[in-house]
């Protein structure tokens, strides 16, 4: 129990902000409750004009970015630095997947992305995951296969197969992915 300088009011310590120390087993509790801390930040924010809340913001951004660049480059570090498929190295290019499927469900079951990713970075099972490119990643998403694996012929989707219509399948050719498939 802990009591709030604001409200004078005497409340258990999950109803205060805590800081810090976390690792360490000894967080820094605050003497504010988060509820009287939560309404001195809309009216510190109420009182700044558009413009210098704009400037706030934008000060703000680029440490949000850079702290999910390092946060992500990490993670792609945990699973594997190159692409599994294909070899692709490049950070920008690369992404985790779920190898046996299911990734967006996974995902929902997270209240939030930082979340998902602290998960990924101390608790996720080497064995359930794997880093791809996005060329990689969409293709085993969309198709069940990666063309740098297994290549297969191009079969154009169902509504294009109509009576009389000539398609030529076979492997994949500059042509058939003209704008005239499906006409």
Excluded at 55 to 64: A, D, E, N, T, V
Excluded at 92 to 118: C, M, P, S, T, W
Excluded at 156 to 175: D, F, H, I, T
């Amino acid at each position: 129990m802990r009591k709030c300088i604001k409200c004078r009011a005497t409340k258990p310590l999950e109803l205060f902000r805590s800081h810090g120390g976390k690792r360490l087993g000894c967080p820094k509790i605050y003497n504010v409750c988060k509820k009287c801390h939560a309404a001195y930040e809309k009216a510190r924010r109420d009182k700044l004009s558009p413009e210098e809340r704009t400037i706030l913001y934008r000060k703000q951004r680029p440490l949000g970015r850079r702290c999910a660049r390092i946060k992500r480059v990490k993670i792609i570090k945990k699973f594997g630095s190159a692409c599994a498929c294909c070899g692709e190295s490049q950070i920008e290019f690369l992404a985790v997947d779920h190898i046996n499927g299911g990734g967006h469900q996974h995902r929902k079951q997270f209240a939030h992305e930082g979340a998902y990713h602290k998960w990924l970075l101390e608790v996720a099972p080497l064995s359930d995951f794997r880093v791809l490119c996005h060329n990689c990643n969409s293709s085993m998403g969309h198709y069940g296969y990666c063309p740098h694996q297994t290549p297969r012929p191009f079969v154009p989707p169902p509504s294009c197969l109509r009576p009389g219509k000539k398609v030529a399948l076979g492997p994949a050719k500059p042509e058939l992915f003209g704008p005239d498939i499906c006409t």
